[in-house]
Nanobody
Framework: VQLQASGGGLVQTGGSLRLSCTAS????????IAWFRETPGKEREFVAA????????DYLESVKGRYTISRDNNRNTVFLQMNSLRPEETAVYFC????????????????WGQGTLVTVSS
């Protein structure tokens, strides 16, 4: 599976962005997709995951109620709608794919996109 993350950019505190993770290659609908984020000096952090069917989603506690992960298997794309963004959420956001169910552990993901930079200005 090849993943392409996009949608990052510069936004003010309280603003919104929608990230996209588009896949090609193997059957996309067999894979759970997750978003992680990374800032310099910190480990990659789990943000959200969605199951292969879209029926189950998991979120980092601090983003619940503000972020929504969804998928369109017909378009081989997973979306991450991010609202009420905060400066501390400035990071490079990566999407990862794993066969079957999603996980919070990045080590369980087999495929990764290149990352997209989200900058939230204060």
């Amino acid at each position: 599976v090849q993943l392409q993350a996009s949608g990052g950019g510069l936004v003010q505190t309280g603003g919104s962005l929608r990230l996209s993770c588009t896949a090609s290659g193997r059957t996309f609908s067999n894979y759970a997709i997750a978003w992680f984020r990374e800032t310099p000096g910190k480990e990659r952090e789990f943000v959200a995951a969605i199951s292969w069917s879209g029926g189950n989603a998991d979120y980092l506690e601090s983003v619940k109620g503000r972020y929504t992960i969804s998928r369109d298997n017909n378009r081989n794309t997973v979306f991450l709608q991010m609202n009420s963004l905060r400066p501390e959420e400035t990071a490079v956001y990566f999407c990862g794919a794993t066969y079957g169910l999603g996980h919070r552990d990045e080590a369980l993901y087999d495929y990764w996109g290149q990352g997209t930079l989200v900058t939230v200005s204060s």
